[in-house]
């Protein structure tokens, strides 16, 4: 039961992410310079985990039944409990969220490292080692960058600053 309880937690955040996404695809301006655009590849991974979160709401939802017809007594949900286990969870999806936002607003390389050195402050357990962090997320937006500006003819969004 508790397991069914935190998928079904876990997806009802995620189709909330899904909502949020989307709608901050919407935003991406569409050049017509190239077959697809940029807003063709994240529509496919938000409508591909938009459907895979539905899949385990009904999974969820489907085991919580069986489960309550094994044993009719109600367990309470600890809600700081259950925020502690997910959190990691919860602030990646926070920040992907503001990620999706600020992309139009300051570009792609800014809102990249950003996004990316926070991923890696909340993601890296231990000792923290922030040069690397920083030096990892701008490497890694950079080659993603030349991935698709020159690899798939995909041009990024760029903002005020870049």
Known sequence: MREARKDLVNSLIIVAFCGIAYSGILEIPVRGAAKTEADFFPKIIVGL?????????????????????????????????????????????????????????????????????????????????YITGIIGSVLITVLLFVVFRYGLSVYLPEGKWL
């Open 49 to 129: 985990l938009f459907v895979l979160a539905i899949f385990l709401l009904v999974k969820s939802i489907y085991g919580m039944i069986k489960q309550e017809k094994r044993d009719n007594k109600k367990e309470r949900v600890d809600w700081q409990r259950l925020f502690k286990e997910n959190s990691k969870v919860i602030y990646t999806f926070a920040i992907f969220s503001v990620y999706i936002f600020l992309l139009q607003g300051i570009g792609y390389f800014i809102s990249s490292v950003i996004f990316l050195f926070a991923l890696y402050l909340i993601l890296m357990p231990g000792k923290k080692r």
